[in-house]
C-alpha cells in the first residue's frame, strides 16, 4: 500500500519540524515527516545555543533550555580581545526536537520515526520503516535532511563548502553566563568555543574543511588550555560528536516546480538549502525560520491549489535573509584572507565586538 501526503518533508530537525508545525497550521491535512534518528535530536551534533528571539519563531518552552546565556567573549591565541552583548538560549536539542515532535504530531502531522528515506524518484520516497520497506508520495517534498541532504543532491549538482567540526561535553569547575569564543590564525575562519550548561559545557573546533587535518590537534590545545586554566575539571568527555556546517552561503535555488503531473515540487530548507550562517556557523534560528516558511508556502500551494506559488519561497526567505548570509559569507573571506598581522583587525570588524 503507497501512502499518499500533499507534503512529506524528509529531515525531522528544527528547519523539518518547523515546516511540518506550519503547514498543519495553515491547514494543509496531509504532512508527513521523515526522520531516521532514533531519538529526537540526539545524538547532539550541535553547540545548542540560539538567540532568544527563536522562540517567537516556533514553540520554545523553558524546560527545553538548560541555561540562559548573555555575553559572548572573544579571545585570540588565549588572550581576551572582546564582549558582544548576545542574549541566547543553550538548549537541550533532544528535548526540544521531541517537544517540536509532539506538536507536530497533536497538530495531525504524521511522523514516519525512526525511518530513513533509502530513495527518491518522481513523487515517491522509499523509506526504510520499522524493519520493512514502505513507499510513500507527495505532491510537494520539502528537503530538510541537513548538511549531506540527499534531496539536495538530487537536484543540485555543485558540491556545498563545508566546514568540519568536532565536540565534546566536558565537565566545568564553575558555571557562567558567559560564552567563549576562542580565535586563531591557525583556524582560519573557524572558532573554538566553550558553551556553558549548566555544570557541563559543549566545547568544541570547526575549522574550514582545508584546515580539517589538524583538527584533533588544535582541539586538544584548546582542552588542554581549558583544563590548565581550572575552566574544566577533567579533559575526559561526557559525550563526543561532531559534524558540517555549510560554510558557503545559500545555494542558488530552492523551490524546483514539478517536471511532470506525476512528479512532486521540492523545496529545500535549513543546512540542506546552506541557510546556515557562514561566518558563525549558527544554522537553528535561520532553519526554523526558512523551515516555517516552506511549511507556510507548500500549504498555501495546497489548498489554493496554485503550484506556481511555490516561488514565494524563494523569495520570502531571500528578502529576511539574504543579506544576513551575504554579510556572514563576506566576513568569513575576509577572514581567510587576512595576513597574521591584519587579523586581530579584521577579526573585531568582522565580529563587531566591543574591544577590551
Ligand atoms: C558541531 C556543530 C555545532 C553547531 N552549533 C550550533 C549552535 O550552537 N547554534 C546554531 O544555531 N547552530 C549550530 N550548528 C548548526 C546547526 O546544528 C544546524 O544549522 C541546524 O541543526 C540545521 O537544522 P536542519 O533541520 O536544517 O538540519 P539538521 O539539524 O541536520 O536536521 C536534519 C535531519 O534530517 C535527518 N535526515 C537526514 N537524512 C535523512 C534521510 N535520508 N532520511 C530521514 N532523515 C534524514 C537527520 O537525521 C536530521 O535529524 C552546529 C553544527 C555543528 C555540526
Same mark, same amino acid.
Given at each position: 500500500?503507497?501512502?499518499?501526503?500533499?507534503?512529506?518533508?524528509?529531515?525531522?530537525?528544527?528547519?523539518?519540524? !518547523?515546516?511540518?508545525?506550519?503547514?498543519?497550521?495553515?491547514? &494543509?491535512?496531509?504532512?508527513?515527516?521523515?526522520?531516521?534518528?532514533?531519538?529526537?535530536?540526539?545524538?547532539?551534533? &550541535?553547540?545548542?545555543?540560539? $538567540?532568544?528571539?527563536?522562540?517567537?519563531?516556533?514553540?520554545?518552552?523553558?524546560?527545553?533550555?538548560?541555561?540562559?546565556?548573555?555575553?559572548?567573549?572573544?579571545?585570540?591565541? %588565549?588572550?581576551?580581545?572582546?564582549?558582544?552583548?548576545?542574549?541566547?538560549?543553550?538548549?537541550?536539542?533532544?528535548?526540544?526536537?521531541?517537544?517540536?515532535?509532539?506538536?507536530?504530531?497533536?497538530?495531525?502531522?504524521?511522523?514516519?520515526?525512526?525511518?530513513?528515506?533509502?530513495?527518491? !524518484? @518522481?513523487? /515517491?520516497?522509499?523509506?526504510?520503516?520499522?524493519?520493512?520497506?514502505?513507499?510513500?508520495?507527495?505532491?510537494?517534498?520539502?528537503?530538510?535532511?541537513?548538511?549531506?541532504?540527499?534531496?539536495?543532491?538530487?537536484?543540485?549538482?555543485?558540491?556545498?563548502?563545508?566546514?568540519?567540526?568536532?565536540?565534546?561535553?566536558?565537565?566545568?569547575?564553575?558555571?557562567?553566563?558567559?560564552?567563549?569564543?576562542? %580565535?586563531? $590564525?591557525?583556524?582560519?575562519?573557524?572558532?573554538?568555543?566553550?558553551?556553558?550548561?549548566?555544570?557541563?559545557?559543549?566545547?568544541?573546533?570547526?575549522?574550514?574543511?582545508?584546515?580539517?587535518?589538524?583538527?584533533?590537534?588544535?582541539?586538544?590545545?584548546?582542552?588542554?588550555?581549558?583544563?590548565?586554566?581550572?575552566?574544566?575539571?577533567?579533559?575526559?568527555?561526557?559525550?563526543?560528536?561532531?559534524?558540517?556546517?555549510?560554510?558557503?552561503?545559500?545555494?542558488?535555488?530552492?523551490?524546483?516546480?514539478?517536471?511532470?503531473?506525476?512528479?512532486?515540487?521540492?523545496?529545500?530548507?535549513?543546512?540542506?538549502?546552506?541557510?546556515?550562517?557562514?561566518?558563525? /556557523?549558527?544554522?537553528?534560528?535561520?532553519?526554523?525560520?526558512?523551515?516555517?516558511?516552506?511549511?507556510?508556502?507548500?500549504?498555501?500551494?495546497?489548498?489554493?491549489?496554485? $503550484?506556481?506559488?511555490?516561488?514565494?519561497?524563494?523569495?520570502?526567505?531571500?528578502?529576511?535573509?539574504?543579506?544576513?548570509?551575504?554579510? /556572514?559569507?563576506? @566576513?568569513?573571506?575576509?577572514?581567510?584572507?587576512?595576513?597574521?598581522?591584519?587579523?586581530?583587525?579584521?577579526?573585531?570588524?568582522?565580529?563587531?565586538?566591543? !574591544?577590551?
Amino acid at each position: 500500500m503507497i501512502e499518499r501526503f500533499d507534503v512529506a518533508i524528509v529531515g525531522g530537525g528544527p528547519a523539518g519540524l !518547523s515546516a511540518a508545525i506550519a503547514a498543519a497550521e495553515k491547514g &494543509c491535512r496531509s504532512v508527513a515527516v521523515v526522520e531516521r534518528k532514533r531519538q529526537w535530536g540526539r545524538p547532539v551534533q &550541535c553547540a545548542e545555543m540560539a $538567540p532568544k528571539l527563536l522562540g517567537q519563531i516556533v514553540p520554545l518552552d523553558r524546560s527545553a533550555t538548560v541555561q540562559a546565556v548573555g555575553e559572548l567573549h572573544f579571545w585570540l591565541d %588565549f588572550k581576551p580581545v572582546g564582549r558582544l552583548h548576545a542574549p541566547a538560549w543553550m538548549l537541550d536539542r533532544p528535548r526540544w526536537e521531541a517537544a517540536l515532535a509532539g506538536h507536530a504530531a497533536a497538530l495531525g502531522v504524521a511522523l514516519f520515526h525512526p525511518a530513513t528515506v533509502l530513495a527518491m !524518484s @518522481g513523487n /515517491g520516497l522509499l523509506l526504510s520503516y520499522g524493519g520493512v520497506w514502505r513507499e510513500i508520495e507527495a505532491r510537494i517534498i520539502i528537503g530538510a535532511d541537513g548538511p549531506q541532504s540527499l534531496v539536495r543532491r538530487l537536484r543540485i549538482e555543485t558540491p556545498i563548502e563545508f566546514a568540519l567540526a568536532v565536540q565534546e561535553v566536558l565537565p566545568l569547575t564553575q558555571g557562567s553566563e558567559a560564552a567563549d569564543l576562542f %580565535f586563531s $590564525p591557525d583556524y582560519g575562519s573557524g572558532y573554538g568555543w566553550c558553551f556553558p550548561r549548566g555544570g557541563e559545557a559543549n566545547i568544541g573546533l570547526a575549522l574550514p574543511w582545508e584546515r580539517r587535518r589538524r583538527l584533533r590537534e588544535l582541539f586538544r590545545r584548546l582542552t588542554d588550555y581549558l583544563q590548565r586554566e581550572g575552566r574544566i575539571a577533567s579533559v575526559r568527555p561526557i559525550r563526543r560528536s561532531g559534524g558540517l556546517i555549510p560554510v558557503g552561503g545559500p545555494v542558488a535555488q530552492t523551490v524546483f516546480a514539478a517536471a511532470d503531473k506525476e512528479a512532486a515540487a521540492m523545496l529545500l530548507a535549513g543546512d540542506a538549502a546552506g541557510q546556515c550562517h557562514p561566518l558563525s /556557523g549558527a544554522g537553528i534560528l535561520t532553519a526554523c525560520a526558512c523551515g516555517r516558511l516552506a511549511g507556510e508556502v507548500a500549504a498555501r500551494a495546497m489548498t489554493e491549489k496554485s $503550484p506556481a506559488g511555490l516561488a514565494e519561497y524563494e523569495t520570502a526567505w531571500r528578502d529576511l535573509y539574504g543579506g544576513y548570509l551575504h554579510r /556572514g559569507l563576506k @566576513g568569513r573571506q575576509k577572514i581567510m584572507a587576512a595576513d597574521p598581522e591584519q587579523f586581530a583587525t579584521v577579526l573585531q570588524d568582522v565580529w563587531r565586538f566591543r !574591544s577590551l
